[in-house]
């Protein structure tokens, strides 16, 4: 059975289309790049695979489910822009998912943010943009998902942080789970991809493999993306 299945998907709003005719796969055990510039359609996608938005036409499968109420127990979403309640303690935080997602690991949870030196004390008020996001991309990958759904994981984490999250994104979802990550830094995430995907005005342009890509190529990912891009 497949992961996830996006069968003939398209999204309009008030009569224009922002996604057209989106059909992919996804096995498990993959880290998955959807990659494309800023208004190609990612965040939407990504809202239908979380069952945020209905699609106007097609189809979203998750472990052969529609997407709803059985597939967000299984799917671990991180969205653009946090929301958590920001006069909450960290460790308030960590309790509130340990009573709303039955697979989420707090003591997990408490050594990643003790690895990223968060106190568990601090409310999320007194935090950094890029501490909060920290605090979030933690939760997330704390649960025991089949699916971690990331939009822009990295987006406002210092350089010197990237790796270590992108170690924690490699070693803490099992084997048989998938990773898809919604980014414009490709530069930094490529080493971790399996496969690409890129998408541009609402239509997947390209899905591959990531080493064959390159090995066609005789390029990097982000080199691939920007030429195609122009950017």
């Known amino acids: 059975m497949k992961l996830l299945e996006v069968k003939k998907v398209s999204k309009s709003f008030d009569q224009k289309e922002i996604l057209k ?6 096995n498990g055990g993959k880290i998955v790049g959807l990659l494309g510039k800023n208004g190609a359609g990612k965040t939407t ?3 239908l695979i979380n069952d945020l938005l209905t699609p106007t036409s097609g189809e979203i499968l998750v472990n052969g489910n529609k997407v709803g109420v059985e597939t967000k127990k299984v799917i671990s979403y991180l969205p653009e822009r946090t929301y958590l309640n920001k006069q909450m303690k960290v460790s308030e935080v960590l309790e509130f998912f340990q009573d709303f997602y039955e697979d989420f690991d707090i003591e997990k949870a408490k050594q990643l943010l003790k690895d990223l030196d968060l106190d568990l004390n601090e409310h999320l008020s007194k935090m950094s943009k890029g501490m909060q996001e920290k605090v979030q991309l933690v939760l997330v990958m704390s649960r025991k998902a089949d699916l ?6 990295l987006g406002g984490v210092d350089p010197a942080t990237r790796d270590y999250i992108l170690d ?3 070693s803490n979802f099992n084997e048989n789970a998938s990773v898809i990550i919604s980014t414009h830094l490709i530069s930094d995430i490529e080493r971790i991809l ?3 995907i890129f998408i541009d005005k ?3 342009i390209l899905q591959s ?3 064959k890509l390159r090995n066609k190529e005789n390029a990097s990912i982000d080199e ?3 030429r195609m891009f122009k950017c």
């Not at 971690?148 to 994981?153: H, N, S």
Request: glycine share 4%; aromatic share 10%; no cysteine.
């Open 224 to 226: 691939i993306f920007r």
């Open 168 to 170: 924690t994104i490699l």
């Open 194 to 196: 399996d496969e690409v």
């Open 209 to 211: 493999d990531a080493d």
């Open 202 to 204: 609402g239509k997947i």
């Open 45 to 47: 996608l990504i809202k």
């Open 21 to 26: 005719d989106i059909n992919f796969t996804l």
């Open 148 to 153: 971690y759904v990331l939009d822009e994981p």
